[in-house]
């Protein structure tokens, strides 16, 4: 009689960093109990699988290998290979991505329907390949993880004042667990995992990822022993199964070896891809602290030719938000909704950072043989706005939310379309506007999406894949 071979969730391939040798990629595996994985195989060798985080009843693995950064190419694992396009030097397919979930019962719904959008994404590679797969925040929805345990079942309205180092080391133990369980679900899940282990991934997060609208809370709550906790887990999760990497072993890529803030960026032939942290050193006042914007400044310092893609995980161009701010304070029903605004670059709490970034990311964009677009996602909608920087150039930002999160009432959609007619212009001279996308009615589209980012003979391209309506004409950036 021979037994089952152990469940094995795998692989998930990441783009650790291009080099002159090519594209340095991680495969990610998660075993159930302590099995391990078979090594991955390449034309330059074998590559053994390493131990990178250890649960109750799992491990997770990673094997470490390259692969050309100039052609198609394939790697084999298990008796089966993976073509990967690889060409991120000429003409190029991008996918980018958010909102991989819901607040509530995420892991309980109907796996078809969840995973529609990434369904499609899989046809559409298959059609015609992505070489990145860009995902732009709220990877995975962990608000719940929370529940079921007595130090946080009712995070964040009441936190026990001063619980015990035991109790404490046992609420870590259940989040860890609980973390887990929500990425192994949305990692088995067919329609992800087939495209996942075929596209190198690069990820960036945001509050869900840690739980909702982390760094806006009150300060009382997320330096609680308790908000500690959640945060240092949550952290540590997003490195193991965001990254395939751990604390003194980031890839590259990273701006800071230690980890304080977790803002990376890549850069190609005509190509950078910059995702500054906006979680890690969040206040309620204060969107990135001193090492984030000390990266963004050395990025903007740095010469580069072609175009750079910015991944803000909060809309980095939006409507005026302070009429809407103000009311929410003012109305007691509405104040719960505070902390979503307080999130956002627009927030009045943020407003002159955001101008210091407006203005960072205008020096860039007006660099000489540079273009900058920004990809954003987080309000579940589909959009896009300008910043006019002078004359025939304008900022262009793409927001593309969510890949699995249902949309929210088209009613909302109209209500932000209305507001963004009033316009804004934080910096004199740059006015910003929301726009339609190409083919649409709207300023804002009430439908699941992602984004397709096309490079042909050195000019980009963008459309929105959009649930019901199907593919937008193309966006000349």
Known sequence: MTSEPPIMTGPILFLDDIGASGAQLSA?????????????????????????????????????FHLPADRPSSYQWSGESYDVAGDLRGDMRIAYVSCN???IGDLEREGSERNAMWARLREDHRSAPFSLLLHGGDQVYADQVTEGHPLSEN???HIPKD???????????????????????????????????????????????????????PRSKTYSPVGQTLFEVARESFLTFQHASADGDLPRRFHDPSGLHLGWSVRT?????????MRSERTRRAI??????????????????????????????????SLLEALMVAVPKMQKYEDDLRDQWQSRAHRAEWCDMLR?????????????????????LATRATMKLRTDHWLHQLVASGIAHRAPPKAWARFLGALAQLGESPLRGNPIRIRRIPGQASRYIAERNYLLLERHSDSWRARWVLEQSGTTPPLTL
């Open 28 to 64: 990610l595996f998660i075993a159930a109990g302590r099995a391990r994985p078979e090594p991955v195989r390449t034309v330059d060798g074998v590559h053994a699988a390493e131990r990178l985080a250890d649960y109750d009843h799992a491990t997770v693995w990673r094997a470490r």
């Open 101 to 103: 979930g819901e607040e």
């Open 360 to 380: 960072l990311v205008r020096d860039i964009a007006l660099a000489d043989g540079h273009d900058v677009t920004v990809l954003s996602g987080e309000i579940h």
């Open 288 to 321: 990135m602290g001193e090492g984030g914007w000390a990266m963004m400044r050395a990025e903007a310092a740095a010469p580069v030719q072609g175009h750079t893609f910015l991944m803000s995980s909060v809309p980095l161009l939006g409507p005026r938000l």
């Open 155 to 157: 995070w964040p309205e």
């Open 163 to 217: 619980p015990s180092r035991a109790d404490l080391a046992d609420l870590r133990h259940h989040l860890r667990e609980r973390f887990l369980e929500r990425y192994t679900g949305l990692y088995r899940a067919p329609e992800f995992a087939w495209i996942a282990a075929r596209v190198p991934s690069l990820m960036q997060w945001d509050d869900h990822d840690i739980c909702d609208g982390w760094g806006s809370l």
């Open 269 to 277: 032939a005509g190509l950078r891809i910059l995702a500054p942290d």
